[in-house]
C-alpha cells in the first residue's frame, strides 16, 4: 500500500498561473483533506471531502477549488496563484469512525 | 483566533530524560484530541491520542495527558532518544479538525 500519495513534489508558479495539486489513497477511507503548513502557523485546514460527492470549506478556503473525483482522489486547484499562497500543502485522508488523519508527503509550492 | 495553541517553539532535552510537550486549546467542545509527529520532508504521522472521557493514555515511552478543566493537554516522552528529535503538533476534533503550531523538539545525545 502506497497509503497517501502527492504530486508534485514540488513546484514554482508565476503570480497570475494556475495549477492543480493532486492526490490519492489507497486505503478506501472516505475523508480526505487539504492542509497548508506555514511558518509559525502549524497545519491549518482549506477544504476537506467528507465522502465522495461532497466538499466543504475549512479555516483558509479563499483563493483555492476542490474536486473529490472519486473515493480515491481529491485534487486541490489554485486558480490564479499569489505569493501569499506560497506554502507547503499536504493532504490527508481518514478512515470513518476513526479520529486518526493519514497524510501524505507535502507538495511545496512557491510562487514568485 | 487560534484554537490550539503550542506556545514553546522549541524544545531541547538530553538523551534519556523525559520531554514535556504542552498544549492548550479554547474550545470545551473538544472531544478528542491527538499528537503528531513530523520529520523535515515528510507528513505528519500519528503518533498518540486521548479521548475528553479520559485523564490519560499511555502507548509504550509515550504517554498523553488531559486536563479539561484547564483545557490542557501535554505528551509525556521517557525516555527521549535522539530519533525523537522532530516537530510535534497537537490537534483536536470537533466540527473540523484543528492543529497547533507546533513544538521542535532536539534531543540531545
Known amino acids: 500500500n502506497a497509503g497517501v500519495t502527492q504530486t508534485p513534489k514540488f513546484q514554482v508558479l508565476k503570480t497570475g498561473q494556475s495549477m492543480t495539486l493532486q492526490c490519492a489513497q489507497d486505503m478506501n477511507h472516505n475523508s480526505m483533506y487539504w492542509y497548508r503548513q506555514d511558518p509559525g502557523m502549524g497545519l491549518r485546514l482549506i477544504y476537506y471531502s467528507a465522502s465522495e460527492g461532497t466538499t466543504d470549506k475549512g479555516e483558509v478556503p479563499n483563493g483555492y477549488n476542490v474536486s473529490r473525483l472519486n473515493k480515491r482522489e481529491f485534487s486541490l486547484r489554485l486558480e490564479s496563484a499569489a505569493p501569499s499562497q506560497t506554502s507547503v500543502y499536504f493532504c490527508a485522508s481518514r478512515r470513518t469512525g476513526s479520529e486518526t488523519q493519514y497524510f501524505g508527503p507535502g507538495t511545496r509550492l512557491l510562487v514568485l | 483566533d487560534q484554537q490550539v495553541k503550542q506556545n514553546s517553539p522549541s524544545l531541547s532535552v538530553q538523551e534519556g530524560r523525559i520531554s514535556i510537550l504542552n498544549c492548550d486549546y479554547t474550545?470545551?467542545?473538544?472531544?478528542?484530541f491527538l499528537w503528531y509527529k513530523k520529520y523535515p520532508a515528510e507528513g505528519p504521522t500519528f503518533l498518540i491520542s486521548?479521548?475528553?472521557?479520559?485523564d490519560k493514555n499511555e502507548d509504550g515511552r509515550f504517554t498523553v495527558f488531559l486536563n479539561k478543566s484547564a483545557k490542557h493537554l501535554s505528551l509525556h516522552i521517557v525516555p527521549s532518544q535522539p530519533g525523537d528529535s522532530a516537530v510535534y503538533f497537537c490537534?483536536?476534533?470537533?466540527?473540523?479538525?484543528?492543529f497547533g503550531t507546533g513544538t521542535s523538539l532536539t534531543v540531545i545525545p
Open positions: 490537534a483536536s476534533t470537533g466540527n473540523q479538525f484543528y
Open positions: 486521548i479521548s475528553s472521557i479520559k
Open positions: 474550545n470545551s467542545m473538544f472531544d478528542y
